[in-house]
């Protein structure tokens, strides 16, 4: 589980509520069935995509947008496809192909993140086009969601009491996860990484590069590190920034993340607590123990919101969660927290909430169907409504698609209390968030072990792993062993400073992943950037 990274709008996050976890998904995958004979999948990689202006008044104007159809199940290729939906900035100089781009998540939409925030990347454009796309299941790309009453549905009781039902708990998740499966569709048995690192071939392709190029953040870089395992002699230069485990189990990552989202709760709270605007006061430990009050008083007394719904306790750690991955998002969020506490207005954590995106996403897209002859869907794509709840909604299925493990009922019934107390021993304030997203994946089909047992020992070419020492998401630990298990071709870079991902907020980082990407200057191992030194303070805020 991943989080938000150091952009303004970013959704390279792993953190949030839940949906239905997926069958195994490794059925037709070019390692794992050499032996057996693949379905014939010539007609997807014969794309020719017609790019066209993103057609929305709210998209950069030189940003251009297409879709590529991929199989929905790559077992059964004629069973029904998807469109993907990509987005790209063509090279300023000579191109030599193209740099796809995935900010994370799981269940981040790049679009969205490449429009927002394009000028990060600007610099990659001397040499290449700069590509991002939806991943399947979410944004433009067939968004899957839990429908209105889902959370409600999954929430971990809000006292110690409820506890004492665990039975109405379980009875609770099964409806969470037939909510899921009802408003999602067909796409939501076949949205894990192995199939979406297998759309990304299929997108290599169409964008007629013999190898992929690719810069992958947060839950990115273990849909990097799976496509490396799938297409070892397709890997071009690959950096990944904020790396994910590709072992430990969903348990242990949210033990994991709640401890590094604590850590980043405390260090924002000692922040603001010297800003004479901080909602909590300048009482450092007042202002802890009144935020844990705040989650439970809204937990037992959800306040409405202006789009017709409710904030709980459950939904302020989300948001407070987003706000967290990076420092500069922090003066951004004391506003919102300051407006929810002394106004009752929720407006602003609502923004944290949804990723700072809009509810309602527009795209336009010109598409060449899996012929190889283009079609128009009726011209111009119009209003695409994305659901409110798609982000959550994807990254529980992906995580829970991707993780084999699944508690059974006694177990759940007999460790729930022992569970929640190690939880909110990690954090008295995201714990019950995070044991909430474990607990999802019960009931569901087993997820694949592709992943876990067969993403090692990679036969590519140089890559390049960050890993930044104060990441509250993705632990640097999670470089050196991710480093490790791919193999001699993974050289880390150390990045000393705080913060989810270090492209964004690092200029050493910077430097270094663009001379890897754009000319394969690889820093020698042990490489290190010292923590940059910017003042946050007077940072603008991402939707001021």
Not at 56 to 63: A, E, I, V
Not at 320 to 336: D, F, N
Not at 359 to 374: E, I, K, N, Y
Request: aromatic share 6%; hydrophobic share 35%; glycine share 12%.
């Amino acid at each position: 589980m991943q989080a938000k990274p150091t952009t303004r709008a970013a959704v390279r996050r792993c953190a949030g509520a839940g949906v239905l976890a997926l069958a195994l998904l490794g059925a037709g995958l070019p390692a794992a069935a050499a032996d057996r004979p693949q379905p014939d999948l010539s007609r997807f990689y014969r794309q020719k995509p017609a790019w066209s202006s993103c057609g929305s008044p709210d998209m950069p104007k030189d940003l251009q947008c297409t879709a590529v159809a991929v199989p929905l199940d790559y077992a059964r290729p004629r069973s029904g496809t998807l469109d993907i939906a990509l987005a790209r900035y063509r090279a300023t100089g000579t191109s030599h192909g193209s740099v796809l781009l995935n900010f994370g998540g799981p269940g981040g939409a790049g679009i969205s993140e490449l429009a927002s925030d394009g000028r990060e990347f600007m610099d990659l454009t001397n040499g290449y086009d700069v590509v991002t796309f939806d991943p399947r299941g979410v944004g433009r790309s067939s968004p899957v969601s839990c429908g209105e009453g889902a959370d409600e549905a999954s929430a971990l009781p809000d006292d110690s009491a409820g506890l004492d039902h665990p039975r109405e708990l379980l009875r609770q998740l099964k409806l969470a996860a037939a909510e899921c499966a009802r408003h999602s569709g067909p796409v939501l048995a076949h949205i894990g990484t192995v199939d979406a690192a297998r759309d990304l071939d299929v997108i290599r392709q169409a964008l007629g590069d013999k190898k992929l190029n690719y810069l992958g953040f947060s839950y990115g870089t273990r849909l990097g590190a799976v496509y490396a395992a799938e297409f070892p002699h397709r890997v071009g230069r690959f950096a990944l920034d904020g790396v994910d485990t590709l072992t430990e189990p969903l348990s242990e990552q949210g033990v994991a993340g709640a401890e590094g989202q604590q850590t980043a709760l405390d260090d924002f709270l000692d922040w603001c607590t010297t800003d004479v605007a901080c909602p909590f006061g300048q009482d450092r430990r007042s202002a802890g123990e009144q935020i844990v009050r705040l989650v439970h008083s809204l937990d037992a007394h959800p306040v409405p919101t202006d789009l017709g719904g409710s904030l709980s306790g459950q939904d302020l750690v989300g948001a407070v969660g987003q706000g967290l991955y990076s420092k500069e998002l922090w003066p951004s969020l004391e506003r919102a927290l300051a407006s929810l506490t002394q106004e009752g207005d929720t407006r602003g954590v609502l923004a944290f909430a949804t990723g700072g995106s809009s509810l309602s996403v527009r795209s336009g897209t010109a598409t060449a169907d899996a012929s190889g002859g283009h079609h128009e869907k009726g011209g111009v794509v119009g209003p695409q409504d994305v659901p409110t709840d798609n982000l959550m909604a994807a990254l529980m299925a992906i995580n829970c698609a991707d993780d084999p493990d699944r508690p059974d009922a006694n177990r759940i019934l007999a460790d729930l209390k022992d569970l929640l107390a190690r939880y909110e021993q990690a954090s008295p304030v995201f714990g019950r968030y995070r044991l909430a997203q474990l607990l999802m994946c019960y009931g569901r089909p087993r997820g694949t072990d592709f992943v876990r047992d067969r993403v090692k020992n990679v036969d590519t070419g140089d890559m390049l792993l960050v890993g930044t020492r104060g990441d509250p998401a993705t632990p640097y630990r999670w470089t050196v062993e991710t480093a490790a298990r791919l193999g001699s071709s993974a050289v880390v870079l150390d990045n000393k400073g705080d913060g989810h991902t270090g492209y964004t907020s690092s200029t050493c980082v910077h430097e270094k992943v663009d001379d890897f990407l754009l000319y394969g200057s690889l820093p020698p191992s042990g490489s290190s950037c010292p923590a940059d030194g910017k003042d946050w303070s007077d940072t603008t805020a991402p939707d001021d």
